[in-house]
């Protein structure tokens, strides 16, 4: 086989040349000398190759207005863009960068081709081109072969290597190309093809084109000579292109069927495909052999380490352990290649790196396809994939052509098949001839004919069922089967034929389901005079179209099914039903869409954000998908626990950042599961990440319970377990500004939970005071904030009692404690718990000194509220203790505050100005109205500045008249003079105090806005009257509260004025 870019390709200039390079950089000349007599093979190191490419938007990406973070030029390199920070680009350079995510059209058989001349849209045919044709290059030379595709859940790696519909990929293409070469070749060699596949998933190896399942899976063994191969694993000798195709359906069949039976997701198995290509070359007596490795890893993202981060058994679950340690192999290898001492290579700790060996380090050409997707949202994970290649491409690999000489025996059993052959007359029999196949020659093996032989006849049982199942689907209505994998939906296929049949578990069953939550007799069919029925049987859980159905439901032509928690199929109706419908609507997200709907889970329900454009907010939406996209693995999860008799309950929550925030603004919101005992009623929230990793224990779990092993673990290693700890509540936020003030703040606020309803009020005090603690009066009232700048501030937090805490009043036993942080310290104060009581006396106060209060930190002061979180406590949790390992505290004992560097607290202090609000839709106006209240203070500053200088003006042109306060400079320390303001004229004070009244009234009208923005409509649309009602109650106290405070300043401020005036015109 010469370079094939040169020939057959009707590609753009560019790729072409792109192509060239890669198979010269690729493969390099054979070891052959020109009189064609093999010499020893001489290994000569050769990179791995790395190509990367990136798909066009999802859906669920487009839905969620997504942007583009890569781009590709010149064919090599690509650049990706951190949305967070744009400027912030990092580019990475491979052997071939593909860029399918937009310039593409579909032609009339439904290919994805160039736009235009000028798109650099890289089709399936390009990518086969390189990497395809590359493989095929070594195959022939007598090269071991691997080619292997990583990249997160839904990156497009099986989209590469497999395909979809008319997009073929690169293993189909790979196979028909081998074949047809193969026909083409004339003369006295002969080529033995053999097919295999399997998958690994947990640890375990199926074989993929076995029907029977072999408990705990396949082996894998080692030999002293070939190193590791799977004991046992079906290699299907294969005489032509669809037989190889037949057999790929075949182990996709068994792949979607495991899948769901055992409710595990294909994503996390990695799928290889094995062809053992070899020639023999009668006349010469040698062999040339190969080994294709075509490998479809599983989505990437689940070996984050910060994927289940702070999670107890993190490292407990087997699904990641063959990736992970693929990532340590290559990590090891690629230190090695540059020249770091590396002791150990850790091929032996997972069954694909044992199976990959040759591959990665060894002798075999390697490729490695990254998939990556475009959008913002998976900026991590694509970054993560591009690093793993940037590894990859580094390892060294010692490739040699593979020949032997054949053996005397073999060659006349070739002569014997052959001769067998030509009697046969068959038309299509292949060059396909004996050789020893396995790890070795063992004496009693079939010949090569032999088990052609075999294959052919094994072969007449599939065939028949295709050739029904074909009839079948044009006949009577079915069930066509919707798997999270795209590639492994419409694989399975139930028939409801004339008359009723039963569905479920039992294999007495017509209808024989498998999956989490189905029973034994799940439900039946009834297909009778043109119309088909489902019925539910007793609890059994069937979801037509999203709603649950109790009752006989009659089904229509394209209506979804979904059975037990989560097995989805699409009904497929008669045939005068059907249409020319794109099936391909109805994918997994439309299931689980639509189900979400029928639950009442919008983006609106979630907070959608008003952003003033009618759009919700991207982090809304981004959290909208992952509502949907757990809300069926906690049902999962539940069944599990059910079955397992855990007796926990598990829901999701949508944990509202904003509590959190100390300036109010609902900046994100997270998912959160909330998990509840329903005996003891002890509570446990979790992570996102930690419910996901749980929930792969919990699939390990009941696999071992579903195979009838021992389900038992110890509590410490079950993934439904956790140790009671405290639980968050809720957060309270108390606004500061008075302390700018030097004014004293007492307030009763309330904790709001993740729903944004009260889960208690709180007695609370901010107090300025002296070093020694005295408290300041009124005297001490400060107009302008800058008159503290530099001057030391001391004050004392103080907590003083909680009321009507609802955690308590759901359980008496239970205990609560409260934390706070404040400013630069990083440490949390906790307040000694307090169990069994209702409303808690707390009593606890803290002292804080500022010894040369900053610009940032009075900026802080002003515009940011003190968040004190509320923690439940529950029996045998242990309680919230104050780490405070950095925490440095004056001569008098008090804790310092305000240490921090202020550049520092300039970055932070801008980067959060300009984070832009986001609104529960519904209050929007509010939040124009607190925009109106922020100016109007401001506009009042000014104004009070303004006076102040008039004021001074006045004084100087009258000095006896009046005494100047001092300007901040001439301020004397207040722990020098705690009462300096005393010398204060009286109009003065007033006027401080006037604002002191003013802020204070401005405090309640926050926390009530902060209220109402977190106040939701009620599920029940029956009682959104009466809420409407509240609410614009609520608005209008906001409104009226605004008001009045706003016309008593106003009104005082006039009033010193004039008083003022009054006082500068008649002095004395
Ligand atoms: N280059 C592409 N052009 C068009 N569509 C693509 C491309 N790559 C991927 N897709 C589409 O994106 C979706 C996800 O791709 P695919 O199933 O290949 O991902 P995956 O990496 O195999 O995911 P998993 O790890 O879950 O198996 C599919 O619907 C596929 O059709
Ligand atoms: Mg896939």
Redesign the pocket.
Known sequence: MGNECEVGREKKQDTCLQSTVLSTLFFYQINTTRAGKMTTPLPSTDGVRVAV????F?QREKNSGSKCVISMHSGTTTTIQDPKNPEHRKTFTFDLA?W?HDG?QKDQDGV?ISADPSSQF?S?TDVFHDLGRGVLDSAWQGYNTTLL?Y????????????G?GA?KGIIPKVCEELFQAIEKREGNEEYQVTFSMLEIYNEQIRDLLSRTKKPGGLKVREDQQLGFYVDGLKSVPCENYAQIERLMEQGTKVRTTASTNMNA???RSHMVITIQFKQVFLDRRLTKQSSINLV?????ERQKSSGSEGDRLREGSRVNLSLTNLGNVISALADTAMGKRVLHVPYRDSVLTKLLQPALGGNSRTALIA?ISPADLCYEETLSTLRYAERAKKIQNKAVVNTSMLMRESKAENSKALLAHRNSRTAEWPHCLLAEQGPRPQTGQPTWARRLQQAREEWQQPYLAIAQERQMTETFPHLLNVN????LTGVLKFFIQTGSCDAGRAPSNAILLQGLGISDKHASFTNLDGTVMVTPHGKCKVVVNGVPIMTKTKLQHLDRLILGSNSAYLYIGFPSERGSEDLSRF?YDFFQLERAAAEGVSVDKLGAAGRGDGNADASVLAVFQDFVKLMPLVAEANQMGEELEKELRMELKVKNLASSDSRGYELQKEVTVKVTHQRTHEVWIWSKAKFINRKFLMEELYQRFLEGEDSHVAQEDDPFWDPVEAVHLGSAHVWLQPLAYCMKLEEQVEFLNCDGMEEAMLHVHVTPCSPGGQAHGDEDVVMDPLELLGKRMDFQIGLVRCLGIKWLKEGAERGIQMGYRIYDLSSTFYTKPVWKTVNPQIEETVQFTALNASQEFLNYLQTNALIVELWGLQEGCAQLNSSQPDVMVTSEGHIMVDTKKISTMMDTSQTTSNQIPELYMKLLKLEQETELLRNVNRALREENVLLKRSLEKAASAEPDALKVPPTPAQLPAAGDSPHVSAQRPGSDRELAMALKVFYQSMNAARGQFLRLRHYKPPDDDGLLRPFVHQQSQRLKDFGELLESSLWRLKSDVARIVREKRAGLLHPG
């Open positions: 490419r990136v798909r066009p999802s593909y399918s593409f994805f890289a399936q595709a990249g997160q859940t839904g990156s497009g790696k099986s989209y590469s290597m497999v979809f997009n997701s294909s994503s479809n890893l599983a989505g990437s998939a999270e994998d795209p590639q994918d």
